[in-house]
């Protein structure tokens, strides 16, 4: 028996975006547009910028690469809702420089090996959203995993950085 397809490609979708696109709350959603053109090269959908009457935004859109990014500022009695975010990017470096000019926190510091010959940095924004930036190695080896003796920084500066946040995320706003 053949299962039928669920999601639509993007080519079949009469708006905007693909199959899956990530939504995040974020206090000064307008900031985070600016701080996303300026590191990773973000382009705004300036129609798709709806503000209230109090002039928060309700909806936003932007193109991080081919990938469509839906935000919004948080309404009264909301709280913000960052993203966990992987980046294929082609010099982590300048981003890392970019983002960290613009107070962006260093989670894990590159080169850091990581799977399928790549390379792997992880920076957190202003907003609490944690970038995963991927830059292909070609012919990079594999590192050894933590269970077999390897280095533990990838799993241990992300438990640190899960651990770090849990308590500063989903607290309300109130109307100004």
Known sequence: ??????????????????????????????????????????????DARTPTPAGRLIHAEMYVGE?????ADPQEGWGNHPGMFQ??????ETVIARAVERDAALVVTPPTPFY??????????????????????PGQPDPKPAWEGGPDTIFRTLDEHMRSIRSRIGAPVSDP
């Open 1 to 46: 028996m053949t299962q039928q397809r669920i999601t639509l490609d993007g080519d079949t979708i009469t708006g905007r975006g693909r199959s899956l696109n990530s939504f995040v709350i974020l206090e000064d959603a307008a900031g985070f547009i600016a701080f996303a053109e300026q590191v990773f090269g973000a382009v705004e959908v300036a």
């Open 67 to 71: 990938s469509l990014l839906l935000l």
């Open 87 to 92: 980046i294929w990017v082609s010099d982590v």
């Open 116 to 137: 399928g010959s790549l390379t792997l940095a992880r920076v957190q924004d202003p907003w609490g959203n944690l970038w995963w930036l991927y830059q292909p190695a």
